[in-house]
């Protein structure tokens, strides 16, 4: 926001310097970014008289014009301008003047002729100007050589202020700025202007009164071809604003000075009455800048009996702006509720000033000071006839109440002062308290409770008033809930077996999402509003967003792959939405290439980690064969589906070649595990080492259609034999005599040597337990 010194002066009855200003203003919040003048280039531009004008000797377009300056000297000026004969005065800009449009004049010549500088037009000054020749003929009676800087009212200092999200949304406005520096420097303020009195005229009709509370029109009768008043243009030139058209330009006034946006209307275009309603799905509107939109129900719009006219509180329409031949406009002064506007200017991407002031919301107050103000500029600048019909629809919103708490505030601020300076510095800035409570002033939309308050007292006092000193408090462990201890466990077991842990984010595209479907999930829970195409849902599984780290590695280096995730998923059932832990676990199986050779990675590394996270975490899961059909992604013959209390929870195997192709990885193994949120069941401890030789004992076993290792494996746990450590699948082989599983049984006692007989023992009891599977020894 660009703050100019002048214009903080209309408004406060003594006006600082500059370095207390700026002061003033970091001490309310603002900070100050960058200070600079407005009108120091215009120094070196004088007022001349022309003494007189003959054509050019070698060019029927161009005119020598002699000029008398200060102290009588004459100077000769080539132009090709269609006026500025004898008698005639002009603004002059000799050689080393930098135009407002970057170029800097230099003695040229022109057939043959020397023109130091040149005269100027209004546009070439950045003003519009009453003229009716292309240079700007001036009617004041100032003296010869008065420069334009002074026509102007001097050099003005601008402040390059930045705004934080609270304080803009109150104080974008002079007249709000000169209010809390008037506070804190016990300045007097200018009045305000009169409310104006609306009338009952049937000019205007809200059907959206949930999106606007108050909305005026007034209708006025104008000049066509009059400009703004000099001071207003230099002003609105100051803070970077274009001159179009006096109507359009006493608006943009209005909301810096103000901090109400109003819009104009050509009352040729519009048929009155007006409505303030939703937009139709499917209407189109043309703007100002030529855009064309299509709306939708969410949008709020002024229309007429046929058409839309503008889409409130942003920008208006091509088709109902106002032009050169205008002679009466509507003006529209309204309070529109923030939220709407913000998310409408937003969906279409039109950040206008109006959006930014109404999207943060305005002083309902201002829809009845803008008017008068409004007038007042265009009869400044006589422009204006008359003021015609006016309407006022709705209600000023009621007065909010905030809890009054001296002492908290007090505490909050880590001060001594007491209750009549704390009631005083709140009043100051425009609070009135009522008991227990404080009144909020109604530009004030950011104020929600006493911290707001507080807040308010200190930048009235000041923050570098408030003594440094560190808070007392009571300093206490904080506890880690259960699920995120389990998680940690987790995280942590996987690392130390050797893997690598991602992270990504939680949302993905349907399309990768339905890639890697189980079945586990419910319905996607969509994103209302995402950054990105392929971020358009919240993920359900952990797999496709861990895939995508594949992918970006492997398209980069060709290195092995072994990472891990623990993150939450999303589903939806019904309405609710389900959030759960997931484990996402993914190896590459190819070879590795290196010396000495290494082992070749498997999917039984896979089930190994399953296996021993159950061990180390407590959990009662198991490794299955699908129930059904296997997931289409994984390979058939290579997976199977994990069991956590007897539910499907997950699966470890391996993934079809053809999706491997689609990360750059032909094999890839993946373990993925939905768990419950649970405090851990039983963590488990690493036990001493025996120092007892380990036995190890194969058994070539034949095994009928219908079994598999998983079953032989369950039988053999059920004996709950202490000796027996490990049991581990060696070799699987088909013969004619049927199908032969090699299954390497590992025996190892912590109190002594086991014998033959002892290990003979064991096996007996397993042959013997396996005998009703109809698994027994291959022979």
Request: net charge negative; with cysteine.
């Amino acid at each position: 926001m660009i703050l100019s010194h002048r214009w903080l002066g209309r408004h406060l009855k003594e006006m600082p310097a500059p370095d207390v200003v700026v002061q003033g203003l970091e001490q309310l919040g603002l900070e100050v970014v960058g200070q600079s003048l407005y009108g120091d280039i215009f120094d070196t531009v004088e007022l001349v008289e022309v003494v007189s004008r003959t054509p050019h000797p070698d060019a029927d377009h161009l005119s020598l014009v002699d000029v008398r300056r200060e102290g009588d000297k004459v100077t000769r000026i080539v132009t090709g301008a269609n006026n500025g004969f004898a008698g005639e005065r002009l603004w002059y800009a000799p050689p080393g003047t930098t135009l407002p449009d970057g170029r800097t004049l230099d003695v040229r010549d022109l057939r043959g002729i020397a023109s130091p500088g040149m005269l100027l037009s209004p546009e070439e000054l950045g003003y519009a100007a009453e003229s009716s020749g292309d240079l700007w003929v001036w009617a004041g009676d100032e003296p010869l050589g008065t420069r334009f800087s002074a026509v102007i009212g001097g050099i003005d200092t601008l402040y390059e202020v930045e705004l934080t999200p609270n304080i803009a949304q109150y104080l974008q406005s002079v007249r709000k700025v000169a209010e809390e520096l008037s506070a804190i420097w016990d300045i007097p303020l200018v009045p305000v202007t009169e409310a104006f009195a609306y009338q009952r005229a049937s000019l205007a009709v809200v059907e959206a009164e949930e999106r606007c509370s108050l909305y005026g029109v007034v209708e006025m009768r104008i000049r066509p071809g009059g400009v703004s008043p000099l001071w207003v243009q230099t002003f609105l030139r100051a803070v970077g604003h274009r001159i179009i058209h006096p109507a359009v330009d006493v608006t943009n006034f209005v909301m810096w000075d103000l901090g109400e946006p109003l819009h104009a209307f050509d009352a040729r275009r519009v048929d009155a009455p007006i409505v303030v309603r939703m937009a139709r799905d499917g209407e189109r509107l043309t703007l100002l800048d030529g855009t064309e939109l299509e709306l939708d129900g969410e949008d709020l719009v002024i229309a007429d009996q046929h058409k839309v006219l503008a889409l409130a509180g942003i920008m208006g329409g091509k088709d109902s702006g106002v032009a050169d031949d205008t002679e009466e406009i509507v003006l529209e002064c309204a309070h529109f509720e923030a939220p709407g506007i913000f998310k409408s200017y937003k969906k279409h991407n039109l950040v206008t000033d109006a959006a930014l002031h109404f999207g943060k919301g305005t002083d309902p107050l201002a829809v009845f000071q803008a008017p008068v103000l409004a007038a007042s500029l265009l009869r400044d600048g006589r422009v204006l006839h008359a003021v015609g019909g006016s309407t006022l629809v709705g209600t000023v919103p009621p007065e909010r109440l905030v809890a009054y708490d001296p002492a908290r505030i007090r505490a909050l601020m880590g001060t001594d002062w007491d209750d009549r300076a704390i009631r005083a510095a709140l009043e100051k800035m425009g609070y009135q308290l009522v008991g227990e409570s404080a009144v909020v002033p109604r530009h004030r939309h950011d104020v929600e409770s006493v911290y707001d308050l507080a807040e308010d007292v200190g930048r009235y006092f000041g923050l570098d008033s408030i003594p440094r000193k560190l808070p007392v408090q009571t300093a206490a462990m904080a506890e880690r809930q259960p699920a995120e201890s389990l998680d940690e466990v987790l995280r942590d077991a996987v690392a130390g077996a050797g893997y690598q842990e991602v992270i990504t984010r939680t949302f993905t595209a349907p399309e990768l999402d339905e890639r890697f479907e189980t079945g586990l999930a419910g319905a996607a829970v969509a994103v209302t509003n995402p950054l990105r195409e392929e971020e358009r849902i919240m993920r359900r599984h952990l797999l496709p967003s861990v895939m995508e780290v594949v992918r970006y590695n492997r398209s980069r280096h060709d290195l092995p792959i072994r990472i891990f995730e623990v993150g939450r998923v999303f589903g939806r059932d019904g309405d609710q939405v389900r959030e759960e832990r997931e484990l996402a676990v993914v190896l590459s199986l190819e070879p590795r290439a290196g010396y000495p050779p290494q082992e070749e990675p498997s999917v039984y590394d896979l089930t190994g980690l399953f296996d021993y996270l159950c061990e180390r975490l407590g959990w009662n899961a198991e490794r299955r064969p699908f129930s059904g059909s296997a997931p289409p992604f994984l390979h058939p013959g290579r997976s199977q589906a994990l069991m956590m209390d007897g539910r499907e929870a997950g699966y470890v195997g391996e993934l079809r070649p053809r999706i491997g192709d689609l990360y750059r990885v032909r094999r890839l193994g993946v373990l993925v595990l939905r768990y419950p949120s649970l405090e851990i069941g039983a963590v488990s401890h690493p036990g001493r080492p025996s120092r007892f030789q380990a036995v190890d004992r194969d058994l070539s076993l034949v095994i009928p259609e219908g079994v598999n290792y998983q079953g032989i494996r369950d039988a053999i746990r059920q004996l709950e034999i202490p000796e027996l450590r490990h049991t581990t699948p060696v070799d699987r082989f088909e013969g004619d005599f049927g199908t032969s599983l090699t299954v390497r049984l590992t025996f190892q006692s912590d109190q002594r040597t086991l014998t033959d007989e002892d290990v003979e023992g064991a096996v007996s009891r397993i042959l013997a337990v396996l005998e009703p599977l109809g698994v027994g020894l291959r022979q």
